[in-house]
């Protein structure tokens, strides 16, 4: 890492390097480019049908709640030391991201706790959020920390989708040995990991009741103008995940595209809110979320090593293994992923390149390093 390290420029000030400046064998990382670009995803382009495919086992629970947008080709970009030595595809294009917009909550969340908003993360949740959905019998010992770590067992309904829609949902670091969407016996909160999006979506609500304003607009003022992201990014709720606010109808937002919504925005602010992670939280002479925090975020789930909070974790390189263990990710179905790698000083953005040959360019990433 540079003694000063470098920050851009709002919008396109933002320097480049060419691969040996930088550090890389440029041919190697022309190889690493070509590999991500040539690899595209078996997603259809018009993401109707693609989501569709995907809810279409969750029954009557499966209606698409939120807009949808149809994708666009391989892109992505890699910066070194904050420069940007290598992109591919349109970087400028604003997509779906998915569950990449959970690891934009965590950052809500953290700003929450950095202004005092939340005071504990492990205080029960019911304590500063008295809507009904934290009630007893079994969601009143549910905390911050377990709806982060997803390890909450909330149970209920939001938005009209149970949270059994989400049961045993197959990713890292879960086994599904059953269908998914069966509900089974809940387990005491913190006990139990499982990814669903309902219950992040529950978590999206919650913060939105501490903060008493629309998130969009506070992620907006907090992070992304002052990283000096775009403006044509956005976040999205559904058409019925509205609530009343101080006399108005205000749009609760989702944490991922599953029914549609979240977060829409290009790779080139996506590598921007990655440099801020990767710079422990720091934009030039401001602290815009603690270091605290990001340390936090990173560290692993005591129930699931490869995951903090809404961010997925390399942890003895199980998640991705040809990355070091100390990366993390911000990931998104699709995919689309936000590399985030402190030991190379390095962040990569990569969007619609197959899955199974992600590990394979972040192999040819890194092999085309010289020091």
Avoid at 129 to 153: C, K, Y
Wanted: glycine share 10%.
């Amino acid at each position: 890492m540079p003694a000063i390290p470098y920050y851009p420029g709002p919008g396109d000030q933002w320097q480049r390097r060419t691969p040996d400046e930088a550090g890389f064998d440029a041919g190697r990382l022309a190889e690493a480019v070509a590999f991500a670009a040539a690899n595209e995803t078996a997603w259809p382009r018009d993401l109707h049908e693609a989501i569709a495919q995907n809810t279409a086992p969750e029954g009557e629970h499966g209606a698409v709640l939120g807009p949808i947008k149809d994708r666009g080709a391989p892109n992505g970009l890699i910066v070194r030391h904050g420069y940007i030595v290598a992109d591919w595809g349109d970087t400028s294009r604003v997509d779906m991201t998915f569950s990449i917009s959970k690891s934009y909550l965590a950052t809500v969340a953290g700003l929450a706790v950095d202004a005092g908003i939340i005071r504990d993360l492990d205080e029960p949740i019911r304590e500063t959020v008295d809507d009904g959905g934290f009630d007893p019998p079994h969601n009143h010992a549910i905390t911050w920390r377990h709806l982060l770590q997803q390890t909450s067992e909330w149970n209920g309904t939001l938005w009209g989708k149970p949270d059994s829609v989400d049961h045993d949902r197959a990713t890292r670091g879960s086994a599904n040995v059953v269908k998914t969407g069966q509900p089974r016996e809940l387990r005491a909160p913190g006990t139990h990991w499982e990814y669903n999006d309902v219950r992040v979506n529950r978590l999206a609500l919650a913060l939105l009741r501490r903060w008493g304003r629309p998130l969009p607009g506070l992620f907006k003022e907090a992070i992304m103008d002052p990283i000096g992201a775009s403006d044509s990014w956005a976040w999205n709720g559904y058409h019925n995940s509205y609530i009343e606010l101080h006399g108005e109808q205000v749009q609760s937002v989702s944490g991922g595209g599953h029914w549609g919504g979240g977060v829409w925005v290009n790779a080139m602010d996506h590598a921007r809110f990655g440099y801020l992670h990767l710079r422990r939280g720091r934009w030039e002479d401001r602290q815009l979320v603690s270091e605290a925090w990001v340390a936090a975020a990173t560290t692993p789930c005591p129930i699931n090593p490869v995951y903090g909070y809404l961010w997925w974790l390399n942890t003895d390189r199980l998640y991705y293994p040809s990355a070091p263990a100390t990366s993390y990710f911000a990931v998104g179905w699709g995919p689309n992923i936000v590399w985030i790698d402190p030991g190379h000083d390095l962040v990569a953005v990569i969007r619609w390149t197959d899955g199974e040959a992600v590990d394979g360019v972040i192999q040819r990433v890194l092999a085309a390093l010289k020091e």
